[in-house]
């Protein structure tokens, strides 16, 4: 009767072996979901909509700021491509400078800069204007080999 009861008495609840293979399903299902989602390619996609957004706005600041003055564009705006200097910078040498649009926040409160260079003089964009006068501003730094570039 010893045995018996024993086997009756027997303590309900997980062994070891089951509470590991638990765990070790739960975390391939994690590992697979984590794959699936690839939060490296949502970051830098989220970060490319950022640039995009950017790109406009700087480009829809210039148009605003031309419309104003008789279609004359900011001084910092030239034929040669130049990456654009960040709101506020100590010194803009060797940028395209673009104060002028954010003078009382009249066409921008501030000029965007990249989400990856966050502590740069220069905002990470480029400002072209080509020879028949249409303005280019580009995101040389966009992610997945995205092109980001808009012209009017």
Request: proline letters at 5%; one cysteine or more; hydrophobic letters at 40%.
């Amino acid at each position: 009767m010893g045995i018996l009861s024993w086997r009756t008495k027997r303590a309900k609840g997980f062994t070891l072996l089951e509470i590991l293979l638990v765990i070790a399903i739960i975390a391939i299902l994690a590992a697979i979901v984590i794959i699936a989602i690839n939060p490296g390619k949502q970051l830098a996609d989220s970060r490319n909509a950022q640039r995009r957004t950017d790109v406009n706005t700087i480009l829809n600041g210039i148009y605003q700021y031309s419309v104003d003055n008789n279609g004359n564009l900011p001084a910092g705006v030239t034929t040669t491509d130049t990456t654009i200097c960040r709101s506020g910078a100590a010194d803009c040498t060797g940028y395209a400078d673009l104060s002028t649009l954010t003078t009382s926040g009249r066409y921008l409160v501030s000029i965007p800069f990249d989400p990856s260079n966050p502590a740069s003089p220069s905002t990470g964009y480029n400002v072209v204007q080509n020879a028949n006068g249409r303005v280019t501003v580009s995101a040389p730094s966009a992610e997945q080999g995205a092109s980001i570039t808009v012209t009017r």
